[in-house]
């Protein structure tokens, strides 16, 4: 059984930084991609970055480059996003997905995930 477990979410000033991880377990796929989505309140879920687990690329959306980092431990099946100088627009709830096939990258918000996690809460207030 497929297990995403986000952490890491909080209340953050605008400026601020946060990291999330999301833990993966139960699954044997050799080539996956994790990639990490948020939803505003109102609004539809939106991708923001993903990673292969079999290379160092990664994709991050406009909104969010230069400021968020994905990044991963193969060894401990976790992916992390580093998110800096946060914005109040950053806000929402943040998942985590799994992909069971590696996908290019620019791509990888074109395809339907196999798991995701439960979510965890930004909130960038002052």
């Known amino acids: 059984q497929v297990q995403l477990v986000e952490s890491g979410g909080g209340l953050v000033q605008p400026g601020g930084s946060l990291r999330l991880s999301c833990a993966a377990s139960?699954?044997?796929?050799?080539?996956?991609?994790i990639g990490w989505f948020r939803q505003a309140p109102g609004k539809e879920r939106e991708g923001v970055s993903c990673?292969?687990?079999?290379?160092?690329?990664?994709y991050a959306v406009d909104s969010v480059k230069g400021r968020f980092t994905i990044s991963r431990d193969n060894a401990k099946n976790t992916v992390y996003l580093q998110m800096n100088k946060l914005k109040p627009e950053d806000t929402g709830v943040y998942y985590c997905?799994?992909?069971?096939?590696?996908?290019?990258?620019?791509?990888?918000?074109?395809?339907?995930?196999?798991?995701w996690g439960q979510g965890t809460q930004v909130t960038v207030s002052t």
């Open positions: 139960g699954f044997t796929s050799k080539y996956y991609t």
């Open positions: 997905a799994l992909l069971r096939i590696g996908v290019p990258l620019t791509r990888c918000f074109s395809h339907k995930y196999d798991d």
């Open positions: 990673i292969r687990n079999y290379d160092s690329s990664t």
